[in-house]
């Protein structure tokens, strides 16, 4: 039978497993992705509906209370952080990106927000004494970023925090478009995707350390009709091929098949359906280990 220190070694190996998966670090990578976004919003084909679900949970929680300050975690191009600032006193973003960030202020700047700030930095070298985020914060929110994948990333923000923690990971979805690409193109299964083990093992972290972490779960459905232009093809050659088939030949073969599905009026209709889990826990509220044990 394993002990409690060998369960929490285990769910830990889970996370630091995921953690680092080659390229989740790479600035390049999310500057690619924050131009490929901002051209998809210009475009309608990304919604709000994740922020609006999260904001609605974070407010039933008495969470985003006017005298609150809240950090965003890999805070991207500032949906989140607008949405809080407009109900707390203050909201730091943070994210690798440049470029997510441009977007962001942009945003913040169009939405008249001056109560929030987005910084680009590493999250892994930040250091919370200088900048004097150490318990800075009442609430530290992070989403489907890969910053706090990995024990360091879970213990600095958490350091942030006075108060309460939330953390969003996807843990499933299709996209039915993608997934007849596939299977009628590439004849493989379609994009089908999960990240079900990395919420498993940081639910488990956060119990066998003491606290009382709890889960919620939210899904979402999106029905659009968009252009299958240049830059969807190139989106979809990214998300459903590998790096080494990303060739011109095969987005190619996307464009045409893309072409075959339009309707009189041009367009190709995307239905996109995800589930999300969120993991809520409050940094003041933690049990000893048996032998008295507290740090992580």
């Known amino acids: 039978m394993r002990t409690g220190q060998e369960d929490l070694e285990y769910f830990i190996s889970l996370q630091e497993e995921k953690a680092l998966e080659s390229g989740e670090f790479s600035a390049q990578k999310w500057d690619r992705r924050a131009e490929a976004w901002n051209k998809e919003r210009a475009n309608k084909r990304k919604g709000d509906g994740r922020v609006v679900s999260a904001v609605a949970y974070l407010e039933q929680r008495g969470l985003l209370r006017p005298s609150f300050d809240v950090a965003d975690i890999g805070c991207g191009p ?21 470029k997510m960030v441009e977007h962001g202020r942009e945003h913040i700047r169009r939405e008249g927000l001056d109560n929030a700030a987005l910084q680009v930095c590493d ?47 996807q843990l499933g979805g299709c996209n039915q478009l993608r997934e007849r690409l596939m299977r009628e193109v590439f004849g493989r299964k379609g994009s089908v995707w999960e990240n079900r083990r990395g919420f498993y093992a940081l639910f488990n972290i956060l119990l066998l350390l003491g606290y009382e972490p709890e889960t919620s779960y939210d899904h979402l459905h999106r029905e659009t009709l968009l252009e299958p232009d240049e830059e969807y093809v190139e989106s979809t050659l990214e998300h459903m091929l590998p790096a080494e088939e990303q060739t011109r030949e ?20 995307e239905i996109t359906d995800a589930s999300y889990g969120r993991i809520l826990w409050d940094v003041r509220v933690r049990e000893e280990w048996p032998d008295g044990r507290k740090s992580l």
């Open 123 to 169: 999250f892994r070298t930040l250091d919370l004494e200088k900048e004097g985020y150490q318990g800075a914060f009442d609430l530290v929110f992070s989403s489907m970023t890969p910053a706090i994948q990995g024990m360091d990333g879970l213990r600095k923000a958490m350091a942030m925090s006075r108060g309460w923690c939330c953390h969003i990971t």
């Open 250 to 269: 095969n987005a190619e073969k996307i464009r045409r098949w893309l072409q075959g599905q339009r309707d009189r009026d041009g367009l190709v209709q």
């Open 78 to 98: 500032g949906r989140f952080a607008a949405a809080f600032a407009k109900r707390v006193r203050r909201v730091v973003g943070l994210d690798l990106s440049e």
